[in-house]
């Protein structure tokens, strides 16, 4: 279709909801008193608010337009990325998180502090914060100016993600975590049920069961891909996509800084159990119109618009305002999150660190500064995204070349007793050359031709290699470190408590379950 056009029902449902959005983030900024309640929602947060923030941050930056736009290219195989995720969420929830929460920690830097030294968490912070915005930040603007600009396609991008970063901005500022993960929790009502509404038009409009079947003809339900394959080969889910997920869902102060806000272990793990259920729907509700979309616009130029298409195709007025106001609320969901999370690091990795004498209004003040800094910073990269081929790719791309020294560093750390300060820092230093040896060589000089996805085990191995022969031959005072490295103590003693609770709060039972039909999902789709 040629043109989007909003009424001014949709237009009003829209505005009407960016206003109470902010409104609400201004009023439970009115009930902050702390830095616990600014950065971490006062460690209060129960398991419902946990596991939908966590899928509202996910789901809603650029992966909502990116996940359809490469459904429509490559198929649903980009359902990978969903339910290895699953499979990190238990693990993280069985071995690392009562690590995390125990410690009492602000971020995850703190963490290579108290288990390695000051060097490897001003590192990874500063790092985390680049991320932040040249990645998550940038990605989730661009993504909202895109549809925007289908409605009003004479305004710049600039000024749309201006517009956008103030609005998301206004309310993270004034209510911190606390604000970020309510709102998330409206906004991800909209998202699924908006999701949901163009997933049972678009299944009625391609003819049902049998529009389906002629869309897999062309191979397009089928997870796992030929070694061959340019979006995604079956190796990389062995070697890299558990990679790139234990760095995103354990390592990424976006996600987890809402884990380390649970009120308790159990709520931590409850949490993060449930979001890996709502990830598993992502298949139906967000995957699959993108498949269905290749039999409505076989023609369709820009993969990354399938998605706005069928809103303003397939829905009648009214719902399309609702709708719109979803995706651009999704959008929002994860904006809030990255800048919270990056006001976070700034005040506690950094500001509070070299001057801990401030007390926790100037701290609150500090973070709300640092907020208004990266909404600019934001809006300055987000239109050089438009570069790359699409959304998805530069998220992945991106991620590919950053993320596997982190994890390497963070697993060692969490089960490797004999890794060393200077082990971990320098291999932090190793393995960031090489992933930018590697990147100019790829993508900028094109000498060589490595699929993104396949330099994360080629990154991850020169890491750990530094840090197994850096950490042998290195001296270094012993300190104690059992507190932050998981150990068989603790899974014992945990497995005493078990037997005390009913099955659905014992965290391992609901594990098995979630990993069941998830393994059930893949096999139907293989």
Do not use: C
């Not at 998180?97 to 108290?114: A, G, H, N, R, V």
């Not at 997933?199 to 003819?207: E, R």
């Not at 009648?316 to 929002?332: D, F, R």
């Not at 959304?391 to 020294?405: A, D, E, H, K, N």
């Amino acid at each position: 279709m040629d043109k989007f056009v909003l009424s001014n029902l949709d237009l009003g449902i829209i505005i009407g909801y960016f206003i109470f959005i902010m409104i609400l983030g201004f009023f439970i900024g009115k009930k902050l008193k702390s830095a616990d309640d600014y950065f971490l929602a006062g460690r209060s947060m129960i398991w419902p608010f946990i596991g939908v923030s966590l899928f509202a941050s996910n789901i809603s930056n650029a992966n909502l337009l990116g996940l359809a736009g490469e459904a429509y290219e490559s198929g649903i195989a980009v359902f990978n990325y969903d339910w290895i995720a699953v499979v990190v969420l238990v693990l993280f929830a069985i071995f690392i998180l009562p690590i995390y929460l125990k410690s009492k920690m602000f971020t995850l830097p703190e963490y290579l502090e108290k288990r390695f030294d000051q060097r490897s968490r001003l590192y990874f912070s500063a790092l985390t914060l680049v991320g932040n915005i040249v990645i998550e930040a940038a990605a989730v603007l661009f993504a909202g100016a895109l549809v925007v600009q289908l409605v009003f396609p004479d305004i710049p991008v600039w000024q749309i993600v201006t517009v956008l970063a103030v609005v998301a901005g206004a309310y993270t500022i004034s209510g911190g975590l606390s604000a970020v993960i309510y709102t998330d929790a409206i906004q991800a009502l909209l998202l699924v049920m908006g999701s949901v509404i163009i997933t049972v038009i678009a299944y009625n409009s391609i003819g049902g069961v049998d529009g389906i079947r002629e869309v897999a003809t062309t191979g397009t339900l089928n997870l796992i891909k030929p070694a061959d394959d340019k979006a995604l080969p079956w190796p990389a889910l062995i070697v890299s996509l558990p990679l790139l997920g234990f760095y995103y869902w354990t390592t990424n102060q976006f996600i987890t800084q809402r884990i380390l806000s649970a009120k308790s272990i159990d709520h931590g793990r409850w949490g993060v159990l449930f979001a890996g259920f709502l990830k598993l729907i992502t298949l139906f509700i967000m995957i699959l119109p993108g498949v269905m979309a290749r039999k409505l616009y076989p023609n369709l130029e820009n993969a990354d618009l399938v998605l706005p298409t069928m809103i303003f195709d397939l829905l009648p007025q009214g719902i399309i305002g609702l709708v719109v106001a979803g995706i651009i609320a999704a959008l929002m969901s994860s904006l809030d999150s990255t800048l919270n999370s990056a006001s976070t690091l700034v005040t506690m990795d950094f500001v509070h660190k070299f001057k801990p004498n401030l007390n926790t209004k100037q701290l609150m003040n500090v973070g709300r500064i640092t907020t208004v800094l990266f909404m600019v910073f934001a809006v300055l990269w987000a239109p050089q995204i438009a570069k790359f081929d699409s959304l998805f790719r530069y998220l992945q791309t991106m991620l590919s070349y950053i993320t596997p020294p982190i994890a390497a560093v963070f697993l060692f750390g969490l089960f490797w007793k004999k890794t060393t300060s200077n082990a971990a820092f320098n291999s932090l230093l190793i393995g960031m050359a090489t992933g930018i040896i590697i990147f100019l060589n790829n993508v900028i000089f094109e000498s060589i031709d490595i699929h993104f996805l396949y330099v994360v085990p080629v990154l991850f191995t020169a890491t750990s290699l530094s840090l197994i022969i850096i950490s042998l031959y290195s001296k270094e005072t012993k300190k104690d470190v059992e507190a932050f490295m998981w150990s068989r103590e603790i899974f014992n003693q945990e497995t005493i408590e078990l037997k005390n609770k009913k099955w659905y709060l014992n965290y391992r039972i609901l594990s098995i379950i979630l990993l069941i039909i998830t393994a059930i999902l893949v096999y139907i789709f293989r």
